[in-house]
């Protein structure tokens, strides 16, 4: 008799933890130097990390970080399986417009050629015409290279998995250029420099090409409730000093 009374009690209880520790929301991203950057156990630097691991725990929502390379990170948040799944820092663009619920906007950055000193900078696609050029694989950057409004050629275009590797290339020459955004170029070249034996003034940084709007994103089948919660969480933080001084590491 005891036995068939315990079962329940014990099924409540397993329930009950799940439920207590399940958390809000699962938050896929990749390491972008400046941008996403792991900084601990459950917990992430970069301006756009920063950024939303601040305004998620100031409203108290739970997470659970997936970090996968860039097109796996887009694709099983495109999927949305548990239905309370979220991405940053996704470029809105038109190419992506009607895929994703653009839950709140981040903050902005541009996408920029990077050269060499002895090379000339890029500042137009028209520039870059003829020049081979890295750029990560599977990027809103790529995007724009290999529109057909770029006049890019396909062969030209270096696409890989991340962009450590491109910083890479270029100062090796195995790359002309290297098209990415403001920030992650700043974050690499001043990482590296005393390693690689370089100075600023070793690369030469093209004007913007294009504005890049950073948002927190997810999908309809997440609902509409939850998308809520985040968004206010994310316009309350971008009201704070914080914010303010984050994002103005940016222009600096």
Same mark, same amino acid.
């Given at each position: 008799?005891?036995?068939?009374?315990?079962?329940?009690?014990?099924?409540?209880?397993?329930?009950?933890?799940?439920?207590?520790?399940?958390?809000?929301?699962?938050?896929?991203?990749?390491?972008?130097?400046?941008?996403?950057?792991?900084?601990?156990?459950?917990?992430?630097?970069?301006?756009?990390?920063?950024?939303?691991?601040?305004?998620?725990?100031?409203?108290?929502?739970?997470?659970?970080?997936?970090?996968?390379?860039?097109?796996?990170?887009?694709?099983?948040?495109?999927?949305?399986?548990?239905?309370?799944?979220?991405?940053?820092?996704?470029?809105?663009?038109?190419?992506?417009?009607?895929?994703?619920?653009?839950?709140?906007?981040?903050?902005?950055?541009?996408?920029?050629?990077?050269?060499?000193?002895?090379?000339?900078?890029?500042?137009?696609?028209?520039?870059?015409?003829?020049?081979?050029?890295?750029?990560?694989?599977?990027?809103?950057?790529?995007?724009?290279?290999?529109?057909?409004?770029?006049?890019?050629?396909?062969?030209?275009?270096?696409?890989?998995?991340?962009?450590? $590797?491109?910083?890479?290339? +270029? %100062?090796? #020459?195995?790359? *002309? !250029?290297?098209?990415?955004?403001?920030?992650? @170029?700043?974050?690499?070249?001043?990482?590296?420099?005393?390693?690689?034996?370089?100075?600023?003034?070793?690369?030469?940084?093209?004007?913007?090409?294009?504005?890049?709007?950073?948002?927190?994103?997810?999908?309809? $089948?997440?609902?509409?409730? +939850? %998308?809520? #919660?985040?968004? *206010? !969480?994310?316009?309350?933080?971008?009201?704070? @000093?914080?914010?303010?001084?984050?994002?103005?590491?940016?222009?600096?």
């Amino acid at each position: 008799m005891a036995k068939r009374i315990i079962k329940p009690y014990i099924i409540i209880a397993c329930f009950f933890n799940i439920s207590v520790y399940a958390e809000d929301i699962t938050l896929f991203w990749d390491d972008f130097p400046g941008e996403i950057e792991k900084r601990g156990e459950n917990d992430l630097g970069g301006i756009g990390g920063d950024i939303v691991i601040q305004a998620l725990k100031a409203k108290k929502i739970s997470y659970k970080l997936e970090m996968k390379p860039w097109k796996r990170a887009f694709t099983e948040a495109l999927a949305n399986d548990n239905k309370k799944s979220f991405i940053i820092p996704l470029t809105r663009n038109k190419e992506r417009e009607e895929k994703f619920v653009w839950a709140s906007k981040i903050y902005e950055a541009k996408t920029i050629f990077l050269t060499m000193s002895g090379s000339k900078n890029i500042d137009s696609m028209a520039d870059a015409k003829g020049s081979k050029i890295g750029v990560l694989a599977g990027s809103s950057y790529e995007n724009i290279l290999t529109s057909p409004d770029s006049k890019i050629e396909k062969g030209n275009i270096d696409a890989v998995p991340n962009d450590v $590797t491109n910083f890479k290339k +270029l %100062i090796g #020459k195995k790359i *002309d !250029a290297w098209f990415t955004l403001n920030i992650v @170029a700043s974050t690499l070249i001043k990482a590296n420099l005393k390693a690689e034996n370089l100075n600023e003034s070793n690369f030469r940084i093209g004007k913007a090409i294009a504005v890049q709007e950073k948002y927190i994103a997810t999908t309809s $089948t997440t609902s509409p409730e +939850l %998308i809520k #919660k985040v968004t *206010d !969480a994310i316009e309350a933080f971008k009201k704070t @000093a914080d914010y303010k001084k984050l994002t103005d590491k940016i222009s600096k």
